[in-house]
Protein backbone atom coordinates (compact mmCIF):
# COMPACT_ATOMS: atom_id res chain seq x y z
CA UNK A 1 0.00 0.00 0.00
CA UNK A 2 1.01 3.68 -0.65
CA UNK A 3 0.62 6.50 1.95
CA UNK A 4 0.19 10.32 0.87
CA UNK A 5 0.80 13.22 3.62
CA UNK A 6 -1.11 16.70 2.78
CA UNK A 7 0.97 19.88 3.69
CA UNK A 8 -1.01 22.98 3.81
CA UNK A 9 0.45 26.20 4.75
CA UNK A 10 0.48 26.07 8.80
CA UNK A 11 1.14 22.19 8.81
CA UNK A 12 4.02 21.48 11.07
CA UNK A 13 3.50 17.40 11.97
CA UNK A 14 3.89 16.43 8.26
CA UNK A 15 7.11 15.57 8.46
CA UNK A 16 6.59 13.79 11.51
CA UNK A 17 4.77 11.50 9.99
CA UNK A 18 6.37 11.40 6.83
CA UNK A 19 9.36 10.11 8.95
CA UNK A 20 7.24 7.59 11.22
CA UNK A 21 5.89 6.19 8.09
CA UNK A 22 9.31 6.05 5.72
CA UNK A 23 11.49 5.12 8.87
CA UNK A 24 9.94 3.53 11.68
CA UNK A 25 7.70 1.36 9.28
CA UNK A 26 9.58 1.23 5.85
CA UNK A 27 6.33 2.66 4.06
CA UNK A 28 6.09 3.90 0.65
CA UNK A 29 5.12 7.79 0.84
CA UNK A 30 4.60 10.75 -0.50
CA UNK A 31 4.01 14.14 0.01
CA UNK A 32 0.99 15.98 -1.45
CA UNK A 33 0.80 19.58 -1.43
CA UNK A 34 -2.40 21.34 -0.66
CA UNK A 35 -2.77 23.41 -4.19
CA UNK A 36 -2.80 20.01 -6.12
CA UNK A 37 -5.47 18.05 -7.28
CA UNK A 38 -4.25 15.01 -8.66
CA UNK A 39 -4.60 11.62 -6.32
CA UNK A 40 -4.78 9.29 -9.57
CA UNK A 41 -1.74 7.51 -8.81
CA UNK A 42 -3.75 6.28 -5.36
CA UNK A 43 -6.15 3.07 -5.23
CA UNK A 44 -8.40 2.17 -2.51
CA UNK A 45 -6.17 0.21 -1.16
CA UNK A 46 -3.70 2.95 -0.21
CA UNK A 47 -4.09 5.98 2.04
CA UNK A 48 -4.44 9.84 2.81
CA UNK A 49 -3.18 11.12 5.78
CA UNK A 50 -4.24 14.67 7.03
CA UNK A 51 -1.61 15.59 9.64
CA UNK A 52 -1.99 17.81 12.73
CA UNK A 53 -0.63 21.26 12.79
CA UNK A 54 -2.06 24.75 12.52
CA UNK A 55 -3.73 24.98 8.79
CA UNK A 56 -4.02 28.44 7.18
CA UNK A 57 -3.43 29.34 10.69
CA UNK A 58 -6.55 28.22 11.86
CA UNK A 59 -7.88 32.06 11.31
CA UNK A 60 -11.63 30.57 11.42
CA UNK A 61 -11.93 27.55 13.25
CA UNK A 62 -9.59 24.74 13.26
CA UNK A 63 -9.60 22.92 10.15
CA UNK A 64 -12.67 25.40 8.30
CA UNK A 65 -10.09 27.03 5.59
CA UNK A 66 -8.22 23.86 4.73
CA UNK A 67 -11.72 22.04 3.81
CA UNK A 68 -12.03 23.98 0.69
CA UNK A 69 -8.68 23.56 -0.57
CA UNK A 70 -7.99 21.87 -3.75
CA UNK A 71 -6.33 18.94 -2.41
CA UNK A 72 -9.25 18.27 0.23
CA UNK A 73 -11.86 18.18 -2.82
CA UNK A 74 -10.16 15.10 -4.17
CA UNK A 75 -9.36 13.99 -0.77
CA UNK A 76 -13.28 13.94 -0.07
CA UNK A 77 -14.25 12.27 -3.28
CA UNK A 78 -11.57 9.68 -2.32
CA UNK A 79 -13.16 9.08 1.11
CA UNK A 80 -16.25 8.83 -0.61
CA UNK A 81 -15.00 6.17 -3.12
CA UNK A 82 -13.57 4.11 -0.24
CA UNK A 83 -10.04 5.04 -0.03
CA UNK A 84 -8.66 5.14 3.24
CA UNK A 85 -8.16 9.13 5.17
CA UNK A 86 -6.62 9.13 8.47
CA UNK A 87 -6.74 12.72 10.32
CA UNK A 88 -4.57 13.16 13.28
CA UNK A 89 -5.03 16.37 15.41
CA UNK A 90 -5.89 18.92 13.45
CA UNK A 91 -6.23 16.83 10.81
CA UNK A 92 -9.17 15.44 12.52
CA UNK A 93 -10.69 18.73 12.99
CA UNK A 94 -10.74 18.97 9.17
CA UNK A 95 -12.34 15.78 8.39
CA UNK A 96 -15.25 16.57 10.96
CA UNK A 97 -14.94 20.25 9.26
CA UNK A 98 -15.11 18.24 5.96
CA UNK A 99 -18.29 16.27 7.04
CA UNK A 100 -16.44 13.26 6.63
CA UNK A 101 -16.72 12.30 10.53
CA UNK A 102 -19.57 13.25 12.66
CA UNK A 103 -19.29 16.02 15.98
CA UNK A 104 -16.32 18.53 15.90
CA UNK A 105 -13.57 19.55 18.31
CA UNK A 106 -14.24 22.69 20.79
CA UNK A 107 -11.39 24.78 22.76
CA UNK A 108 -10.02 22.28 25.81
CA UNK A 109 -12.28 23.03 28.51
CA UNK A 110 -9.48 24.43 31.24
CA UNK A 111 -8.52 26.86 27.70
CA UNK A 112 -5.47 25.83 27.87
CA UNK A 113 -3.19 24.45 25.10
CA UNK A 114 -1.60 20.92 26.15
CA UNK A 115 1.27 19.02 25.45
CA UNK A 116 2.09 15.49 27.31
CA UNK A 117 1.68 12.06 27.07
CA UNK A 118 -1.69 10.31 27.61
CA UNK A 119 -2.81 6.98 28.11
CA UNK A 120 -6.06 5.95 25.17
CA UNK A 121 -7.89 2.30 25.00
CA UNK A 122 -9.86 0.54 22.56
CA UNK A 123 -12.60 -1.64 23.38
CA UNK A 124 -10.64 -4.72 23.65
CA UNK A 125 -8.97 -2.90 26.49
CA UNK A 126 -5.93 -2.76 25.23
CA UNK A 127 -3.61 0.13 26.36
CA UNK A 128 -1.50 2.80 24.32
CA UNK A 129 0.90 5.65 25.74
CA UNK A 130 0.46 8.29 23.30
CA UNK A 131 1.23 11.86 22.85
CA UNK A 132 -1.13 14.91 23.01
CA UNK A 133 -0.94 18.49 21.40
CA UNK A 134 -3.41 20.76 20.56
CA UNK A 135 -5.92 23.46 22.02
CA UNK A 136 -9.15 22.69 20.48
CA UNK A 137 -9.19 18.96 20.67
CA UNK A 138 -12.23 18.37 22.83
CA UNK A 139 -14.73 16.19 20.92
CA UNK A 140 -17.71 17.13 20.93
CA UNK A 141 -21.82 15.62 19.57
CA UNK A 142 -24.84 15.51 20.44
CA UNK A 143 -26.03 12.29 22.56
CA UNK A 144 -27.73 10.56 19.61
CA UNK A 145 -24.63 10.68 17.30
CA UNK A 146 -22.56 9.96 20.33
CA UNK A 147 -25.07 6.83 21.17
CA UNK A 148 -24.97 6.16 17.64
CA UNK A 149 -21.02 5.56 17.26
CA UNK A 150 -21.34 3.61 20.30
CA UNK A 151 -23.89 1.18 18.98
CA UNK A 152 -21.99 1.18 15.50
CA UNK A 153 -18.62 0.64 16.84
CA UNK A 154 -16.92 3.64 15.35
CA UNK A 155 -15.54 5.18 18.79
CA UNK A 156 -12.15 3.68 18.20
CA UNK A 157 -10.31 5.42 21.38
CA UNK A 158 -11.25 6.54 24.43
CA UNK A 159 -8.85 8.29 27.28
CA UNK A 160 -7.96 6.59 30.49
CA UNK A 161 -5.90 6.32 32.95
CA UNK A 162 -2.75 3.63 32.52
CA UNK A 163 -4.45 1.05 34.27
CA UNK A 164 -6.88 1.37 31.22
CA UNK A 165 -9.64 3.34 33.89
CA UNK A 166 -11.95 6.02 31.71
CA UNK A 167 -12.21 8.52 34.07
CA UNK A 168 -12.85 12.08 34.28
CA UNK A 169 -9.14 12.71 35.91
CA UNK A 170 -8.14 11.17 32.72
CA UNK A 171 -9.67 12.84 30.01
CA UNK A 172 -7.45 15.52 29.17
CA UNK A 173 -9.60 18.24 27.21
CA UNK A 174 -12.79 17.26 28.11
CA UNK A 175 -14.11 15.31 25.51
CA UNK A 176 -17.41 13.88 24.94
CA UNK A 177 -17.25 10.15 26.70
CA UNK A 178 -13.87 10.46 27.13
CA UNK A 179 -13.32 10.40 23.17
CA UNK A 180 -10.39 10.29 21.62
CA UNK A 181 -10.72 8.69 18.19
CA UNK A 182 -13.27 7.48 15.72
CA UNK A 183 -14.52 6.55 12.45
CA UNK A 184 -16.52 6.74 9.94
CA UNK A 185 -20.01 3.96 9.22
CA UNK A 186 -17.73 2.29 6.52
CA UNK A 187 -14.60 2.11 8.16
CA UNK A 188 -12.66 4.10 5.52
CA UNK A 189 -11.82 7.29 7.32
CA UNK A 190 -10.61 7.46 10.79
CA UNK A 191 -9.51 10.91 12.76
CA UNK A 192 -8.05 10.79 16.53
CA UNK A 193 -6.65 13.78 18.53
CA UNK A 194 -3.44 12.31 20.11
CA UNK A 195 -0.56 11.97 17.81
CA UNK A 196 0.62 7.64 17.15
CA UNK A 197 3.27 9.17 14.79
CA UNK A 198 5.28 10.73 17.51
CA UNK A 199 5.22 6.86 19.44
CA UNK A 200 7.44 5.32 16.45
CA UNK A 201 10.77 5.54 17.21
CA UNK A 202 12.77 3.51 19.45
CA UNK A 203 14.76 6.56 20.16
CA UNK A 204 11.96 8.25 22.27
CA UNK A 205 11.33 4.65 23.82
CA UNK A 206 7.88 4.64 22.99
CA UNK A 207 6.59 2.38 20.08
CA UNK A 208 2.82 2.50 20.75
CA UNK A 209 2.09 4.48 17.78
CA UNK A 210 3.35 2.04 15.22
CA UNK A 211 0.23 -0.20 16.38
CA UNK A 212 -2.01 2.00 15.91
CA UNK A 213 -1.16 3.12 12.35
CA UNK A 214 -0.22 -0.75 11.15
CA UNK A 215 -4.20 -1.79 12.52
CA UNK A 216 -5.80 1.07 11.59
CA UNK A 217 -3.81 1.45 8.05
CA UNK A 218 -2.72 -1.72 7.01
CA UNK A 219 -4.89 -4.50 8.61
CA UNK A 220 -8.13 -5.60 7.39
CA UNK A 221 -9.20 -5.70 11.31
CA UNK A 222 -9.45 -2.53 13.28
CA UNK A 223 -8.28 -1.75 17.08
CA UNK A 224 -11.44 -0.93 17.98
Avoid at 34 to 53: A, N, Q, R, T, Y
Avoid at 69 to 94: H, L, R, T, Y
Avoid at 176 to 183: D, E, F, K, P, T
Wanted: aromatic letters at 10%; proline letters at 4%.
Amino acid sequence: MKFGVVVFPGSNCDRDMYDALKYDLQQDVTMLWHKDKDLSSFSKEDCIILPGGFSYGDYLRCGAIARFSPMMQSVIEFAKSGGKVFGVCNGFQILCESHLLPGALLRNDQQQFICKNTFITNDEGKIFKIPVAHGEGRYYADDKTLDNLASNGQILFYYCDENGNKTAAANPNGASRNIAGICNETRNVFGMMPHPERACSLALNNIDGREIIQNLLMNEQLVG
